[in-house]
């Protein structure tokens, strides 16, 4: 159960309010509801809630911009759940601080999923300088990598590119994205630049580099590192 994780649903729509207020309370999360993005922000600071679910088409404030006004000191994940499914709303979602994007309408198991995923991914990364997957080592610290103990060739800008990666394990990290974290905003439209970075770095890290099973690919939005 998870009695002690709280979730701020924010939508204006009743019946999917009751419908994530059923399913996220069977699973043991306390619900906490605002139905637009003035009342969303003052609920998010009282509550200080586990995890936000934010529908992108409120009455008051479009959701993107309560996103954007959230990110300013929410530092929780935040699951876009929207009817606007369009690659441009997804990347600027994504890019504005989400930490996933589902369309409505939605299965209620795979919003599970991702839910229980933002949460452990957060709670993995929090205060850690060591990160684990698989046979994979990642020290923050000393800026090593090391497959089945065994320390791996890594320039410091494939390490920057897998660390950012791994921190946000699970979260979708657009090209945009990625390219300003690493080199700065005059890059943000290289992304051949780096399809090249990403593509020697599963030449390194993955068993089969044609199949890779960490640093998958989002076809037209960027990369995620799996969960």
């Avoid at 309408?105 to 991914?121: H, K, M, Q, T, V």
Wanted: proline content about 3%; charged content about 25%.
């Amino acid at each position: 159960m998870n009695e002690n994780e709280k979730i701020l649903i924010i939508d204006d729509e009743l019946q999917i309010r009751r419908l994530l207020e059923i399913t996220l309370s069977a699973s043991g999360y306390k619900i906490i509801q605002s139905v637009n993005g003035k009342e969303a922000l003052v609920d998010a600071a009282t509550h200080n809630p586990s995890l936000i679910i934010l529908d992108l088409g409120l009455p008051d404030i479009d959701g993107q911009d309560i996103l954007k006004k959230l990110r300013e000191w929410f530092t929780k994940p935040i699951i876009i759940l929207s009817v606007r499914d369009s690659e441009d709303e997804i990347i600027n979602a994504l890019d504005n601080g989400a930490n996933d994007y589902l369309t409505k309408p939605f299965r209620s198991g795979e919003l599970l999923a991702r839910i229980r995923a933002a949460i452990r991914s957060i709670e993995n990364t929090s205060e850690t300088a060591t990160l684990s997957f698989e046979s994979i080592t990642i020290d923050l610290q000393s800026h090593t990598v090391k497959k089945n103990n065994e320390l791996l060739k890594l320039t410091a800008t494939e390490f920057s590119i897998l660390s950012l990666l791994a921190k946000n394990r699970g979260r979708v990290l657009t090209h945009q994205y990625i390219l300003k974290e690493i080199w700065g905003h005059g890059y943000s439209n290289q992304t051949q630049y780096l399809r090249v970075f990403v593509a020697q770095l599963r030449k390194k890290i993955e068993d089969n580099p044609s199949k890779p099973t960490l640093l998958i690919t989002e076809s037209g939005i960027g990369y995620r590192f799996a969960e």
